[in-house]
């Protein structure tokens, strides 16, 4: 069985907080604050109970978060989600949806 989607998932996590880091937070190397919030998703990410199969946004990792690591990732998410589309189209594109459900359950909130 094949890892593909966690660990795609884990790299675009990276690539997010990095981006958040050094754009918003102005860091030239990523900072603890970040590279923690790094490693902690991708912990929930080995640690999702649907592995591959998590194709079902609304049981998106982010709800298992803890609440203060789930505001971390909310505030990185709504300064790096929008600019993905002209930092990292492709990537962007592929997670069209998952953005798109991600930001319908920010606004529920
Ligand atoms: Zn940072």
Known sequence: MSHGRIEEEKNIIAIMVGYYCRKKEKNQIICSDCRELIEYAQARLDHCPFGDEKTACKKCSIHCYKPDMRERMKKVMSYAG???LFVF???ALRHYFCF???FRFRKAQ
């Open 82 to 84: 929008p600019r993905m």
């Open 89 to 91: 189209p492709s990537i």
């Open 100 to 102: 798109t459900c991600f």
